[in-house]
C-alpha cells in the first residue's frame, strides 16, 4: 500500500502542472470507469485567473512533511480523514471551536438535531422558569478528557472565558449572566427576552474546555486543549495535521475508532486521489464531478449533507464607490441567473441560491432578488457618472476605471469558476474585475484594498436564523467582513431577538432577507450541497447530520 507521503506527492505533481500558466485545466480525477473520467467541465475545472501558482504546491508539501514526521506506518484502527481546512488550534478560544465539534474533540451544552432544534447535550436538561430566567442541569457524571468532572463551576469558568475572548461569544451573550446553583446546575439571567438561548448554547464559539487547565497551560492549551469530546488531540500543527486519540474518559460509549489521523489538503483533487488511492478513509466536501466518479467504484460511496451553506459574495462596502446603492444594485442586475451557477459549476447539486438564508434553515415564499438585466445595470452605472470615456470596454469616472478585485480560496473549489462567470457578465457592463485566490481567506479579508469576496458560510449556526443575521448584518457582527451599515435593517435584526413565537420570528427573518437583498447587502449565489466521498471500510457513517458541524463522532470506526 502506497503511504500518505506518495499520494500528497502526486498532489504536488498535479500542482505544478497546473501551475504552468493561464486557465489550464486541473488534472482530471482518477476514475474507475471510463464513463466516470470524462465528468470535468472546463467550467469547473477552470483555475483561478490571478492564482498564486504555489499554492497547491505549499500545502501539499505541508501535509507530506507532517505525514511524515508522524510515521509513514498506519496503524490498522486508525480512521484518516482528508479535510479542506485545519488552520486553527481546536480550541474554541484560539478560533477552532467548529472544528473542535466537527472532529469529535469539544461538545457544547446544547447541540442541533437533524431538525435544527436544540437540545441537550452536555446538559441533561434547560428549563425556562419565566421569560427571562433559565435553568441547566448538567450531565451527570460527563468529565473532562483529563478525568475532572464537567462541573457547573467548571461551565461557568469556560462560559466566562469565550465570551472573554472570542467576539462571536460577547455578541450572542450581551446581557446574559451566569450563575452557579449547585454543583450540577446554572442559572441563565438574560436583560430582555432571548427565547433563541437554547439554540445560542449550540454555538461552537460556546464549546465547553477545562478553563482551569486553559489557565494553568496557557499557550501551549491551544495545541492540545483539554475539552469534552470523544476525541482528544494528541498533536496538531496548522494547516497539516492533527492526531486524534479515544478518549478514555469519554462520558458516553466508548468511542470506536482508537486512533484519528486529520490531514489538510486544500486541493479537493489531492483529497479525491487520497480517498481513491485508499490513503484516506473520508474525503470531506468533494467536488460535484467527483460524486459521479465515487458512485461508479464499488468500494467508496457518497454520503450527503444537506445544503445548510450559503456562497455569496461579500461587497466591500467600506470603500466609497461600493456605497453607493445604485452601484451595488448594477452588480446585483449583472450576476447570471442562479440556476445557470448551479448547473454550470455545481452540476445541480444544490439549491439556487435566492436570499441570504438557506431554505433548510429559512424557509421565505416570496424573496424576490434582482433578476438578471444586463441594460439595467448599465444604465444605472452611467446615473451614477460611470461611462466608458476612452472607448476601452469599461467604464470610468472622473479618470478612474471602475474595476473590483475579488478574492477566492481553493479550499472551496466552486467558488472561483463561479467568480469567473461573475468575472464575463461584469465585462459586459464596462467592471473591470479581476481574481485573486488566497489560501488564508479570513486573513486576507483585513486587508481594505479588495472590492469583492467570494464565500462560502454556513447559515445554520444556533438553528435560528437571528444568530446569522446578527453576526452578518449589524455594525459590529463578528462575520460582516465587508462593512456593511444599514441602521434600519439593524433595528429590525435587535427587535427580531426577543420575538418568542416561532411563526412570527420566522416571518420577521423573511422580511428583513428580503430588505437585505434591496439593499444588496451580499450578493447570494448558491446553496451547495456538501458530500463527504467515504470508503466502504467506514462503519458507523452511512448517513451524515444535515448539518456539518456535527461530523466526527465516537460511533465511526474502520471495519
Keep these: 500500500m502506497k503511504s500518505l507521503p506518495h499520494i500528497l506527492s502526486i498532489g504536488l505533481i498535479i500542482a505544478l502542472l497546473t501551475a504552468c500558466g493561464g486557465n489550464t485545466a486541473q488534472l482530471p480525477t482518477p476514475a474507475t470507469n471510463a464513463s466516470s473520467a470524462g465528468a470535468n ?16 504546491t505549499t500545502a501539499a508539501s505541508a501535509v507530506a512533511t507532517a505525514a511524515a514526521n508522524t510515521g509513514a506506518a498506519t496503524q490498522p484502527e486508525t480512521l484518516r480523514i482528508v479535510t479542506p481546512f485545519l488552520d486553527q488550534p481546536l480550541d474554541p478560544a484560539s478560533g477552532g471551536g467548529f472544528n473542535a465539534v466537527q472532529f469529535g474533540v469539544g461538545e457544547t451544552l446544547m447541540r442541533l438535531d437533524t431538525s435544527f432544534a436544540p437540545q441537550p447535550w452536555l446538559a441533561e436538561s434547560l428549563t425556562a422558569n419565566d421569560d427571562k430566567a433559565w435553568t441547566l442541569t448538567l450531565r451527570d457524571g460527563a468529565t473532562f478528557q483529563d478525568g475532572t468532572p464537567v462541573t457547573a463551576e467548571a461551565v461557568k469558568a469556560s462560559l466566562d472565558r469565550a465570551v ?11 446581557g446574559v449572566t451566569v450563575a452557579v446553583k449547585d454543583e450540577r446546575t446554572l442559572t441563565f439571567t438574560t436583560a430582555t427576552l432571548v427565547p433563541s438561548l437554547p439554540g445560542i ?14 489557565q494553568a497551560q496557557g499557550d501551549a492549551f491551544a495545541q492540545k486543549p483539554v475539552l469534552t469530546g470523544p476525541f482528544m488531540v494528541e498533536s496538531f500543527e496548522a494547516n497539516r495535521q492533527a492526531i486524534l486519540v479515544r478518549n478514555i474518559h469519554y462520558w458516553s460509549t466508548t468511542p470506536k475508532a482508537e486512533r484519528v489521523e486529520i490531514t489538510a ?18 474525503a470531506i466536501d468533494i467536488r460535484p464531478e467527483s460524486v459521479d466518479v465515487i458512485q461508479g467504484d464499488a468500494n467508496l460511496k457518497v454520503v450527503p449533507a444537506q445544503p445548510v451553506a450559503t456562497m455569496f459574495m461579500y461587497i466591500n462596502q467600506k470603500k466609497p464607490v461600493w456605497q453607493d446603492l445604485r452601484v451595488r444594485q448594477a452588480l446585483a442586475y449583472a450576476l447570471p441567473p442562479r440556476d445557470v ?23 421565505c415564499d416570496n424573496l424576490k432578488p434582482l433578476p438578471n438585466d444586463l441594460e439595467k445595470a448599465k444604465a444605472l452605472l452611467a446615473e451614477t457618472g460611470y461611462t466608458d470615456t476612452n472607448d476601452d470596454g469599461y467604464v470610468d469616472k472622473d479618470g478612474q476605471t471602475l474595476s473590483m478585485l475579488v478574492i477566492s480560496y481553493p479550499q472551496r473549489p466552486a467558488l472561483t469558476p463561479m467568480a469567473e462567470i461573475i468575472q464575463a457578465n461584469l465585462k459586459d457592463i464596462g467592471i473591470q474585475m479581476t481574481i485573486e485566490s488566497t ?35 449589524t455594525e459590529k457582527g463578528s462575520s ?4 456593511y451599515k444599514n441602521a434600519a435593517v439593524e433595528a429590525q435584526i435587535a427587535e427580531l431577538g426577543p420575538v418568542q413565537d416561532r411563526a412570527d420570528r420566522l416571518q420577521r427573518a423573511c422580511q428583513i432577507s428580503q ?33 456539518f458541524l456535527y461530523f466526527l463522532n465516537g460511533d465511526m470506526g474502520i471495519s
Aim: glycine residues 10%.
Design 164 to 174: 472573554e475572548r472570542i467576539v462571536t461569544a460577547k455578541g450572542l451573550f450581551t
Design 201 to 214: 448554547l449550540t454555538e461552537p464559539s460556546f464549546t465547553i474546555v477545562n478553563a482551569a487547565a486553559a
Design 439 to 473: 489560501e488564508q481567506i479570513n486573513d486576507r479579508l483585513t486587508k481594505d484594498d479588495w472590492a469583492g469576496a467570494m464565500y462560502f458560510n454556513n447559515m445554520g449556526s444556533t438553528g435560528d436564523p437571528y444568530g446569522s443575521l446578527s453576526n452578518f448584518y
Design 515 to 547: 430588505a437585505l437583498l434591496d439593499d444588496v447587502a451580499i450578493l447570494p449565489l448558491v446553496y451547495p450541497n456538501y458530500s463527504y466521498g467515504v470508503s466502504k471500510k467506514v462503519t458507523g457513517f452511512d448517513q451524515a447530520h444535515p448539518y
Design 265 to 282: 489538503l486544500s486541493d479537493a483533487n489531492a483529497r479525491m486521489l487520497g480517498l481513491q488511492s485508499g490513503e484516506a478513509d473520508i
Design 480 to 483: 460582516n467582513r465587508g462593512g
Design 341 to 363: 451557477l448551479l448547473k454550470t459549476v455545481l452540476r445541480g447539486q444544490g439549491v439556487a441560491g435566492v436570499g441570504p438564508i438557506p431554505p433548510a434553515v429559512l424557509s
Design 41 to 56: 467541465t472546463p467550467t469547473t475545472n477552470s483555475a483561478p485567473t490571478s492564482a498564486s501558482p504555489t499554492t497547491s
